[in-house]
């Protein structure tokens, strides 16, 4: 399968999550407080290649990701590369959004399964102290029936597009770093991909 399809089901999959999410959003009140982006800065964020292959395919074809993977090399923080602080404060945003991972997608308003087959909103401190009462009522709301997106279920379907690349779970600047590669080294005997000249 082709770099461009992959990167197609990786977006149409994405697409999908995005509107699960959105309608998650209006029934449970919940919402990410603006420019807080907190969860970005933990050192121990994880993702799989796949899930960032359409931001390395995007700098491809922008000739940008020969020299963002020269920068990835000489970086030695574990916090995500994408992400941007505003200052200290632990404020800042995603430079890429339009691009960011599924891991990014999911966190906050997706659900796990516990060892008890129970779904539990997998969100941050912020939204659970900040946000308590609809944390609350939403938590309540999953067990009786409220539909919210699941982490496994997303993986799963991410993985059926390419096993190996959606089944390996790195560190984030690690998973960045194998996405461009993959990209790089699938186009370096290949032309110019044709969905350039929509994408420009």
């Known amino acids: 399968m082709s770099i461009e399809h992959k990167v197609l089901l990786v977006e149409k999959l994405f697409s999908q999550l995005d509107k699960e999410s959105a309608q998650f959003t209006r029934s449970s009140g919940l919402g990410c ?7 970005c800065t933990y050192a121990d964020v994880e993702a799989s290649p796949l899930e960032f ?3 390395a395919f995007h700098l491809f074809l922008n000739n940008e990701a020969e020299k963002t993977l020269d920068i990835l090399n000489n970086t030695d923080s574990p916090t995500c590369f994408i992400y941007k602080p505003f200052s200290n404060t632990g ?3 995603c430079s890429n959004y339009k691009y960011r991972g599924l891991i990014c997608r999911l966190f906050g308003f997706a659900a ?3 060892k008890y087959g129970k779904l539990r909103l997998a969100t941050c401190q912020i939204i659970k102290e900040g946000q308590a009462e ?3 009522s939403t938590t309540e709301a999953i067990t009786k029936g409220l539909h919210v997106p699941v982490f496994t279920e997303y993986y799963m379907q991410l993985n059926q597009i390419d096993f190996n690349l959606g089944n390996v779970i790195l ?6 770093k194998r996405a461009l590669e993959e990209v790089l080294q699938y186009y370096a005997y290949r032309p110019f991909p044709d969905v350039a000249k929509k994408t420009l």
């Not at 407080?33 to 969860?39: A, D, E, I, L």
Request: net charge positive; charged share 20%; proline share 8%.
């Open 112 to 114: 796990n399964t516990d």
């Open 91 to 93: 404020s800042g945003t």
């Open 33 to 39: 407080v603006s420019g807080c982006g907190k969860c």
């Open 134 to 136: 609809k944390y609350k």
């Open 53 to 55: 292959l359409p931001w």
């Open 171 to 176: 560190p984030v600047n690690k998973a960045l």
